[in-house]
């Protein structure tokens, strides 16, 4: 089957060839606020509200020519257990027992989707794999909201291309959004942050 011989970027199996870089920068401690998929068209919209650029400001990042998505989870496997009125640290002390237990599950991605508007991913990892023709993201964060609880999800999507715009059309990119996010990050390693 010649679908078997195509080499695609994806995490589980990056080729040699790929770049990889970290997205840190500009997208820790931001929030996926939506995502539009649309299956027909290929394209998977996020959008984010980035703590850095003003309130009323968002940013849309584009997937063209989507091929996949994906979202796993990584549910505490005995939080019901804790008391009520268990300290945030003592929390903590418990559940680094737990975390040789857990095990990642996958979520459906219209529940995903349609979580964004209760439950935001607030987001505290992101790297882009870049190939000939084809990138891959990879995001880390938590859903938290009226759903979940602090629920960790792994987020996945490969496409032909990606771009980036904000609300208000001034022109942007990824390359500015993460220039604006280093300058934010640098000023705050400074103490200079607003």
Not at 39 to 50: C, D, H, R, S, Y
Not at 92 to 110: D, F, H, P, T, V
Request: charge should be negative; hydrophobic fraction near 35%.
């Amino acid at each position: 089957m010649d679908s078997w011989n195509n080499t695609v970027i994806d995490w589980i199996n990056l080729p040699g060839e790929c770049k990889t870089t970290s997205l840190w920068i500009c997208f820790h401690d931001t929030e996926i606020t939506s995502i539009t998929s649309d299956l027909a068209g290929e394209t998977v919209i996020l959008e984010m509200k980035a703590f850095y650029l003003p309130d009323d400001l968002d940013v849309y990042i584009q997937f063209s020519g989507v091929k996949s998505v994906r979202v796993n989870k990584y549910p505490p496997p005995y939080e019901h257990l804790i008391p009520e009125g268990t300290s945030y640290l003592e929390r903590l002390k418990i559940a680094e027992g737990w975390q040789s237990k857990w095990r990642e599950e996958s979520m459906n991605w219209q529940e995903f989707e349609e979580a964004m508007g209760t439950d935001p991913l607030g987001v505290l990892e992101a790297d882009l794999a870049e190939g000939e023709g084809q990138i891959a993201l990879r995001l880390g964060g938590h859903l938290n909201g009226e759903k979940y609880n602090n629920l960790w999800c792994s987020v996945y999507i490969r496409a032909a291309k990606i771009s980036v715009s904000r609300s208000d059309g001034e022109d942007f990119s990824l390359e500015k959004l993460i220039e604006t996010g280093g300058k934010w990050w640098q000023s705050f390693g400074e103490g200079k942050e607003d």
